[in-house]
């Protein structure tokens, strides 16, 4: 069983423009949340959609949006890109209930230039 | 609100000795809590977790974690440690009046020394 998918894994941006990320879950899950992980903050929850609705959010300003679609498979987009959105964005998807496991990718490494 | 405590940055040990990494919550409902483990470069792995039953719960890797309710606390254990435990270790917590949504701790850096 495939685990969960990030592409593209390492991408280097300018200041000022615009990134999506993308991010296919495990089979049969409904559920994928968003992370920023960086050093000095941990891992900072951004936002978890579920069956193609946004669920939760974490408090995080409007450059960040995100979405999921029909298949489950969902996009984060953050515009504007500042220094500090350098960090690695981790997804992870699950069945979608409290009990169920998140599983992780192996997330994609965002450089700010 | 959902909040959870590493209280340690870094944990040392040496190899064959027993290693315990802390964790404190804080939740508004019922506890569900997981104990992930993070090599460089890499995603979060997935340990173990406790949702309900037996407070002391068993997971990959010869990982345990004991959950204690009046401590609010789900402390990792091993009994012999391993150069190759070396890791970053996160505790999360979620609770039942927000299914979609984990707080993670800081994270422990666990190094293992031969």
């Known amino acids: 069983k495939a685990g969960v998918t990030q592409t593209p894994r390492y991408l280097i941006k300018t200041r000022g423009q615009q990134v999506t990320l993308s991010c296919s879950p495990i089979s049969g899950h409904r559920s994928v949340s968003w992370y920023q992980q960086t050093p000095g903050q941990g891992l900072q929850f951004l936002f978890e959609y579920f069956s193609e609705t946004q669920r939760n959010k974490g408090n995080f300003p409007g450059r960040f949006s995100g979405r999921q679609f029909s298949n489950s498979r969902s996009e984060m987009n953050v515009s504007t890109l500042e220094l500090g959105d350098s960090a690695l964005y981790l997804c992870a998807s699950s069945l979608g209930t409290v009990g169920n496991t998140i599983y992780f990718g192996e997330g994609s490494w965002l450089t700010v230039v | 609100a959902q909040s959870v405590a590493q209280p340690e940055d870094q944990v040392n040990v040496a190899e064959g000795n027993p290693l315990t990494v802390k964790c404190t919550y804080s939740?508004?409902?019922?506890?569900?809590l997981f104990w992930y483990v993070q090599y460089p470069n890499r995603g979060l792995q997935f340990l173990l977790k406790?949702?309900?039953?037996?407070?002391l719960v068993k997971g990959s890797y010869g990982f345990e974690a004991e959950f204690n309710k009046s401590q609010t606390s789900f402390h990792l254990k091993k009994p012999s440690a391993l150069v190759s435990d070396s890791a970053l270790y996160f505790c999360?917590?979620?609770?039942?009046?927000?299914?979609?949504?984990?707080?993670f701790g800081d994270g422990t850096t666990l190094t293992v020394k031969p």
């Open positions: 406790y949702i309900t039953g037996d407070n």
């Open positions: 939740v508004s409902g019922n506890p569900y």
């Open positions: 999360a917590v979620r609770d039942d009046t927000n299914a979609g949504k984990s707080t």
